[in-house]
């Protein structure tokens, strides 16, 4: 039986790197009590401001918040949503010497106005062109360096389409796993989909696939599953899929070994970020394990537990141990 205390223990001795793009998330939270004479749209009352981590921030915090050392690559603007997001990220004990500042960029943020609970609307301030070459260069060569130094357990790609994760980047960083014997895992988008070749973990959502593949799915089941993985496989040579599919779980597949996973019944608040937290939690537990069923069991749970949270929010280590020990353990 698997001892989820001493494999939740070990998390403190992992070390995690997180690479792609980072934001800020902003909430305004109000009240709606009138429609504006000015135009008919709700007037929003504005009680407070709340900033959270966002994007690949929100894969590290998750990587932290279960106590693996987490070091982050990116790239933001030299401005004010920068310092509140750098603080934030260091509030919660990660790494980030290794964000560059840049004057040609700004600092992604979306802006989430909230009223009764409810989004009314959502302002995205973001710049989503390819970083200069040099900034690029930059990445790569201090990743080289800390890979060679540090032989972190994990590189966790966590692609937004915002220009962090060039095809430059991604090749020549993924080599450099594969020369140190590290473990990586890609959360894609469909601008690069297919640029990841060769890694142990591609984690797509089932829309992203059928995106990408230019597929259309009668029935979501495990043979229909298999020929995803095989189509991927033809292109990627990856190691692994693992496919969120919404309501009906994770699907995993290495070699002949697959499975769908189904989800347990949760009230679900907000699904935003739960495919950050499926992905840190995967990678986390398949880079201390080797064991891809137990990774994508406990994504699969993890995944669950922050969709019962409004925005983005980590994963809660002591409620994913219990539910881990009760669903799967048990």
């Not at 000015?38 to 894969?59: F, Q, S, T």
């Not at 880079?287 to 069923?293: E, G, H, L, S, Y």
């Amino acid at each position: 039986m698997m001892k989820f205390d001493a494999l939740f223990a070990g998390f403190s001795k992992m070390k995690v790197v997180v690479i792609g793009d980072v934001m800020l998330d902003t909430y305004w939270w109000g009240r709606v009590d009138r429609i504006s004479p000015e135009a008919p749209v709700p007037v929003v009352a504005l009680d407070k401001k709340e900033y959270r981590i966002g994007g690949a921030g929100n894969v590290a915090l998750n990587t932290a918040a279960l106590g693996a050392a987490t070091t982050l690559f990116s790239i933001v603007g030299d401005d004010d949503d920068a310092e509140i997001l750098l603080n934030l990220l260091q509030q919660q004990h990660i790494d980030t010497k290794y964000i560059i500042k840049s004057t040609d960029r700004i600092t992604t943020n979306k802006i989430r106005i909230v009223g009764k609970s409810q989004q009314m609307m959502r302002l995205d301030s973001e710049v989503t062109h390819d970083i200069a070459a040099d900034e690029a260069t930059a990445i790569i060569s201090s990743f080289k360096a800390y890979a060679k130094r540090y032989q972190p357990n994990v590189v966790i790609f966590e692609d937004y389409n915002k220009g962090i994760l060039t095809a430059g980047v991604i090749t020549e960083i993924i080599a450099v796993c594969k020369e140190h014997g590290i473990a990586t895992a890609v959360d894609p988008k469909r601008k690069n989909f297919f640029t990841y070749q060769d890694v142990d973990i591609f984690k797509p959502n089932l829309k992203e696939v059928k995106e990408g593949l230019n597929l259309l799915l009668e029935s979501v089941d495990e043979p229909a599953m298999r020929d995803v993985h095989e189509a991927l496989q033809k292109v990627l040579q990856h190691k692994i899929s693992l496919i969120t599919l919404s309501e009906k779980g994770v699907f995993f597949q290495k070699g002949s070994q697959s499975r769908i996973i189904p989800s347990h019944l949760r009230n679900i608040a907000d699904v935003s970020g739960a495919g950050d937290t499926v992905i840190a939690v995967a990678a986390l537990v398949y880079a201390a394990t080797n064991d891809i069923k137990l990774a994508a069991e406990t994504a699969n749970i993890a995944g669950g537990l922050v969709c019962e949270e409004v925005g983005t929010a980590a994963i809660n280590k002591q409620r994913l141990l219990e539910e881990c020990t009760e669903l799967i353990a048990g």
